[in-house]
T-cell receptor, first 116, second 112 residues
C-alpha cells in the first residue's frame, strides 16, 4: 500500500519569498509518480508538477520545483517568489500506474497563506 | 493536457434522492477515476471507471451507492444514490496520461 505524509497543516510565507512544502511517501513499488496539486477555495484541483521515480533531474515548472530525494522518500514542493494568489491548499499525491491511468493516493494537504 | 468538463458544479439535494454527475473529456482516455473530498479532508478514490466493463470500487465504496457508467472513452457518470447528509462532499473526476492527471472542476454537493 502507498502512503503520503504531509506534516505541515498550515504554512505562512511573505510575498516574494520562497517556501517549501514537505511531502514524504512510502511504497514498495519501484515505478511510481509523484504529483503536486493546488486547490483554491473554489475547490478545483490544479495540476502543478510531476516527478517520475526514474527521473534523474528534479522537475521544474515555472515558479514550481520539486526537490526529489529518492533515498529519503521525499518530494518537497518549492514555490519561488510567492504571490498572494498562491494562497491555497496544496496536496501531494502518489500514483501507481494501472492499465494506462494514474490512480492517486493523496496526502492530507498543507494550507499555504501568502502575506504582504 | 486534457480538458475535463464536469457538471453540475454544485447542487443542494434532499435526503433520499439521487444525483448524477457527468464528466466529459476532450480526448480519449483509457481510464477515468472518481474521487470524493469530504469537508476539510483530502481526496479519497471511490472507483476506477473502465470503458466496456464494470467499474472497480475501492474499499468502503459499493456499486449500489455509487453506480458508475463509462459508455465511451470520453465520458463517464457517477451517481450518488439514496443520499444522506453524510454524502455532502466535493466529487471530482480525473483523467490521466502517463505523467499527468487532470481533474474536472468538481461538484460541490450538499444534502439537506
Amino acid at each position: 500500500a502507498q502512503k503520503i505524509t504531509q506534516t505541515q497543516p498550515g504554512m505562512f510565507v511573505q510575498e516574494k519569498e520562497a517556501v517549501t512544502l514537505d511531502c514524504t511517501y512510502d511504497t514498495s513499488d519501484q515505478s511510481y509518480g509523484l504529483f503536486w496539486y493546488k486547490q483554491p477555495s473554489s475547490g478545483e484541483m490544479i495540476f502543478l508538477i510531476y516527478q517520475g521515480s526514474y527521473d534523474e533531474q528534479n522537475a521544474t515548472e515555472g515558479r514550481y520545483s520539486l526537490n526529489f530525494q529518492k533515498a529519503r522518500k521525499s518530494a518537497n514542493l518549492v514555490i519561488s517568489a510567492s504571490q498572494l494568489g498562491d494562497s491555497a491548499m496544496y496536496f501531494c499525491a502518489m500514483s501507481i500506474l494501472t492499465g494506462g491511468g494514474n490512480k492517486l493516493t493523496f496526502g492530507t494537504g498543507t494550507q499555504l497563506k501568502v502575506e504582504l | 493536457s486534457a480538458v475535463i468538463s464536469q457538471k453540475p458544479s454544485r447542487d443542494i439535494c434532499q435526503r433520499g434522492t439521487s444525483l448524477t454527475i457527468q464528466c466529459q473529456v476532450d480526448s480519449q482516455v483509457t481510464m477515468m477515476f472518481w474521487y470524493r473530498q469530504q469537508p476539510g479532508q483530502s481526496l479519497t478514490l471511490i472507483a476506477t471507471a473502465n470503458q466496456g466493463s464494470e467499474a472497480t470500487y475501492e474499499s468502503g465504496f459499493v456499486i449500489d451507492k455509487f453506480p458508475i457508467s463509462r459508455p465511451n472513452l470520453t465520458f463517464s457518470t457517477l451517481t450518488v444514490s439514496n443520499m444522506s447528509p453524510e454524502d455532502s462532499s466535493i466529487y471530482l473526476c480525473s483523467a490521466t496520461g502517463r505523467t499527468e492527471a487532470f481533474f474536472g472542476q468538481g461538484t460541490r454537493l450538499t444534502v439537506v
